[in-house]
């Protein structure tokens, strides 16, 4: 009893709740619904509260990575200092511009929130420790990133303001951008696993993690949701030189808070669900004895990966958007989709001629990095030859510049 | 009255009303929130009809990507028509006559058949359910026709809606190439 | 269980409002509004005959899902129409864009 | 079936409800003090000129269209690929000429310049 209390306090408390909730006369089917309740109540909580944890930590990684201190004033560390924050935040006036729509206005925020805390109802925590496991739960974290973007368009349009407005649109233009071939990569985790269901995706991958099987797979998903987050070197959404702080430009106090929440917890999210579909979720030693230690495995991932999105932010400059967009829509989709292809023809001649699906896959991404390499080089070369020979004319005939090919 | 029952008159309620402040609200961006609103409601009842796929499909298309354009477009063609103008035709007492004729004929339609109060069977898994509905989809004995159509249609209107929107007076050589009236 | 009935007179409803929005408004973006409320009508129709009447054939899933394809290219071209109108008669009143009336 | 959805329609409101009793929070510890200065729309040190409905570039309406054209595809796709294992190879090769077909749209935007941020 103590030992597997230990080892699976998860399953352990939900046990004993249960025998609580039906020794009071509930039925079943009731109890289990109180007890999913109990559990949306307890996960949104945690994940709100770890905020605090979270905007600390970057901030103090990113403050080291730039040779600075960082918060160090409030608690050991500054481990306080968001909640000094907090309070401060919540004495200061939550301004109503005139002419906002209101209701969107408030609503906005809320929403972007509740894109990023909903996604972690399918992420599966420990073997048997998941919100629900809804059979389409690859599309469910597409869904529920979908209101994220309608968020920011509602709180850009109610603002009244047209850089508001204009950041907003230029949000949504490269969020939506990048979304697809998001989306079209995560075909390929639910193609190898046979599932959209995150659980079976994580079963999926006993013998070797996904990353090993698509690597550029991994690797799309990784810049593209760096990109949904907004974050350096994507982050145009804030560029202050044209669009003073972007969408959430009229929100003061605690309601521009929530889009400063909304964003910290969503870069953790983004580690979640890359280490659910690539790395192996809750996968490792001993982890289906004891769920706890799957708990701490995926914990683990989740923070490596947040720190890596963490450490790109850190060290990468911002891109023009035009730069963005066309990495986006001439890179990152053509791969997505030659990744997709690729992996749907290697996997399924691999099943059926009984070659090694490992080997087959890695192979097949191998080519298709190294045709895109080649494939950037050559580009790369064309242009500065052009824009060499370009420079030489322009020179000497002072012609316009021609930009159209 | 059963649990399953309430929840199905609160989506269609949700669902019913949203779509009637669509089709009356005079602000248009409000009647496109109103739109997403009915379109959730949509969802709520794909999923009681278990069809978890299309519920998150509904989400994800209609709110995640045909709303936002909607809005998109709204706001692009937004300077001509104030919203304080009037928004309904001269003959939109018509339309409502139209509109409830057809109402009152489907009613009575749906109430004359005997059958459609049978309940329905078994609720499919909806593992076994999806795995269906992407072989059928590239099944030669199926679907597989509508499903190379669909990517055509979709390429076709890809490739339409590109070339009548696009910036027409893109001057090649030099020059300012800007759209008229286009800014940031 | 919820009837048959029920769905069908909730996307006959669904249907008749979509169908006075085309009918009533001038907003050329509220009509294609219209248009997708009748679509989500037909939409729920199907999956509700699908899964009452025959949840063993996937047809009815399958009708649904090419409803979408065609819910999102008639709003994507739509649209398209709309601002290119708008950009060159700079319109959007349905009344008013009458070049093809006879 | 609908166990499935019980967990996502608790979590959802939740996820609303919780930073709106902080937002409520801060709006009831916070200060009230409104005067039409701080009301204005927000502007680099001028006063707004014109109504806030500039008109905006045609291009975000591209980019989302062909993110529409793309995310309908993906969902076409996404049967496939949860079937993928019980499928034959003539079933996967059609997925990827489904792909195909959509790659030559995106291809003849490019070769258009649509894809040109302008």
């Known amino acids: 009893m103590g030992w597997r209390m230990i080892g699976n306090p998860f399953g352990w408390i939900q046990q004993q709740l249960m025998t609580l909730l039906t020794g009071w006369g509930l039925s079943q089917a009731w109890a289990a619904a109180v007890l999913s309740l109990v559990g949306a109540v307890i996960l949104a909580t945690v994940l709100l509260v770890s905020t605090f944890f979270l905007i600390w ?27 000094a924050d907090l309070v401060k935040l919540l004495g200061k006036e939550i301004v109503t511009p005139a002419g906002v729509d209101r209701f969107i206005y408030y609503l906005a925020p809320l929403l972007v929130v509740m894109s990023v805390v909903g996604i972690w109802a399918v992420i599966p925590l420990a073997p048997g420790v998941q919100g629900t496991a809804l059979d389409v739960g690859v599309l469910y974290v597409v869904a529920v990133g979908a209101i994220g973007e309608l968020g920011i368009l509602m709180a850009g349009y109610s603002s009244n303001n047209k850089y508001a407005l204009l950041g907003a649109f230029r949000a949504v233009a490269q969020l939506v951008s990048y979304e697809v071939p998001m989306v079209l990569v995560l075909l390929v985790p639910t193609i190898l696993a046979g599932s959209m269901n995150l659980e079976v995706i994580v079963q999926q991958q006993s013998p070797m993690w996904f990353v090993l099987v698509a690597p550029l797979a991994c690797l799309i998903f990784l810049i593209t949701s760096l990109a949904e987050n907004g974050r350096a070197p994507f982050d145009l959404l ?6 003073v702080a972007g969408f959430n430009t009229e929100y003061s106090a605690l309601a521009f808070g929530m889009f400063y929440v909304a964003e910290f917890l969503h870069a953790f999210t983004a580690g979640a669900v890359i280490a659910t579909l690539f790395l192996g979720g809750w996968r490792g030693p001993g982890a289906e004895t004891y769920p706890i230690l799957g708990f ?15 450490w790109v932010r850190g060290t990468v400059p911002r891109i023009r958007i035009d730069q963005m967009l066309a990495f986006n829509w001439k890179v990152l989709t053509p791969l997505a989709l030659a990744v997709l292809t690729t992996t749907a023809l290697a996997d399924k001649l691999a099943l059926e001629l009984g070659g090694n699906r490992l080997l087959t896959n890695l192979g097949a991404n191998l080519v298709v990095a190294l045709v895109t390499l080649a494939a950037l080089r050559a580009y790369a070369r064309a242009q500065r030859s052009k824009e060499e020979s370009q420079r030489i004319g322009g020179l000497v005939t002072a012609a316009p510049v ?4 | 009255m059963t649990l399953l029952q309430l929840i199905f008159l609160a989506a269609a309620a949700l669902t019913l009303g949203a779509a009637v402040m669509v089709v009356t609200t005079s602000r248009l961006v409000h009647a496109a929130l109103w739109l997403i609103l009915a379109l959730a409601g949509v969802a709520v009842l794909f999923a009681l009809l278990d069809a978890p796929f299309l519920a998150i499909v509904q989400v994800v298309v209609y709110i995640g990507a045909i709303a936002i354009l909607i809005i998109f477009a709204a706001m692009l063609t937004r300077r001509v028509m104030q919203d304080s103008g009037r928004q309904t035709t001269r003959t939109w007492w018509l339309g409502l006559l139209a509109a409830l004729l057809l109402f009152g004929g489907l009613v009575v339609l749906v109430l004359q058949v005997p059958g459609f ?8 898994d909806p593992q076994a359910n999806l795995i269906d509905l992407g072989r059928s989809l590239v099944d030669v004995n199926a ?5 190379e159509l669909a990517s055509v249609l979709l390429l076709a209107a890809l490739i339409g809606a590109m070339f009548v929107a696009r910036p027409e007076s893109r001057k090649p050589p030099g020059g300012k190439s800007g759209t008229p009236g286009g800014e940031a | 269980m919820i009837p048959l009935t029920w769905y069908l007179l909730l996307s006959a409803a669904l249907l008749c409002i979509g169908i006075y929005g085309v009918l009533s408004r001038r907003n050329a973006v509220a009509i294609l509004m219209g248009i997708e409320l009748m679509l989500n009508a037909v939409n729920l129709n199907l999956v509700a005959f699908w899964r009452y009447l025959s949840p063993a054939v996937i047809s ?7 409803v979408f394809a065609v819910a999102a290219s008639e709003a994507a071209v739509g649209l398209a129409l709309i601002i290119s109108i708008y950009r060159r008669r700079s319109t959007v009143v349905a009344e008013e864009i009458d070049l093809m009336k006879w | 079936m609908h166990e499935q959805w019980i967990y996502v329609a608790f979590l959802l409101p939740i996820g609303v409800l919780l930073p709106g009793v902080a937002v409520l929070a801060g709006k009831i510890l916070g200060p009230r003090k409104p005067n039409p200065v701080k009301g204005t729309p927000y502007e680099c040190g001028i006063e707004t000129v014109g109504d806030t409905w500039v008109q905006f570039k045609v291009q975000y309406y591209i980019y989302a269209l062909i993110f529409v054209v793309f995310d309908v595809e993906a969902v076409f796709l996404f049967p496939w690929a949860v079937a993928y294992h019980q499928l034959a190879f003539y079933m996967v090769l059609e997925g990827v000429i489904f792909i195909l077909i959509l790659a030559a749209g995106l291809l003849y935007a490019w070769r258009k310049g649509v894809l040109e941020w302008m």
């Open chain 1, 57 to 83: 930590a970057e901030r103090k990684l990113l403050a080291r990575m730039q040779d600075r201190l960082g918060p160090n004033r409030v608690g050991p560390w500054g481990v306080f200092q968001t909640v």
């Open chain 1, 238 to 243: 804030e560029a202050e030189s044209e669009l």
């Open chain 1, 296 to 310: 701490v495995y995926f914990l683990a991932k989740t923070l490596v990966m947040w720190f890596l999105s963490l």
């Open chain 1, 402 to 405: 021609s930009r159209h090919h």
């Open chain 2, 117 to 124: 109060q049978a309940a329905g069977g078994a609720a499919p």
């Open chain 2, 143 to 147: 679907f597989i026709l509508p499903f």
């Open chain 3, 60 to 66: 009815g899933q399958v009708f649904a899902v090419m």
